[in-house]
């Protein structure tokens, strides 16, 4: 058996018995659509089905989607067989145990995206920095302090006079 998808539980009370199995609809069209659905929920969770049904209202192609739609029975037997990691094809075996609902752990954000702290910082300290020298035989031109990089304001030069302009 596949591992369990971890969005199973966001589908499904764990206290519940699992859905019955439900013969695949006769239109093949529409039973990949319900497959494609169920396989997609079970990556992305309950906000994709939500955005799914927000596109498709009033589509009957997906009343799938609405509790007591067509083909409903078949996408809640979808939902649970993939998210068991199991046959759609075929009921539950013999003595099957659902699979444990696994807390939800949360780690910090920085412990989730340990890269990111490593993006804010350059690999390389300025001193350490190779100088390269821009084309061949030029000087490197080393960086200069703060205070000499300020440009000095040169003084207003003074008006032109009449003759020469």
């Excluded at 807390?103 to 001193?127: D, V």
């Amino acid at each position: 058996m596949a591992t369990p998808s971890p969005h199973l539980w966001a589908f499904f009370d764990h206290g519940q018995p699992p859905p019955a199995f439900v013969a695949a609809p006769e239109d093949f069209a529409a039973k990949d659509r319900i497959l494609l659905l169920a396989k997609y929920a079970m990556q992305n969770g309950t906000t994709f089905i939500q955005t799914v049904q927000q596109k498709q209202v009033g589509n009957p192609d997906y009343a799938f989607l609405t509790p007591g739609g067509k083909d409903e029975p078949y996408f809640r037997w979808a939902l649970y067989a993939t998210g068991c990691g199991l046959s759609v094809d075929q009921p539950l075996p013999q003595g099957f145990v659902p699979p444990v609902q696994q807390p939800q752990q949360y780690m910090p954000q920085q412990q989730m995206y340990p890269q990111q702290q490593y993006m804010q910082q350059p690999y390389y300290p300025q001193q350490h920095m190779p100088q390269y020298q821009p084309y061949p035989g030029m000087p490197i031109q080393q960086p200069q302090p703060q205070q000499q990089q300020q440009h000095q304001q040169r003084p207003t030069p003074p008006p032109t006079p009449p003759e020469v302009a």
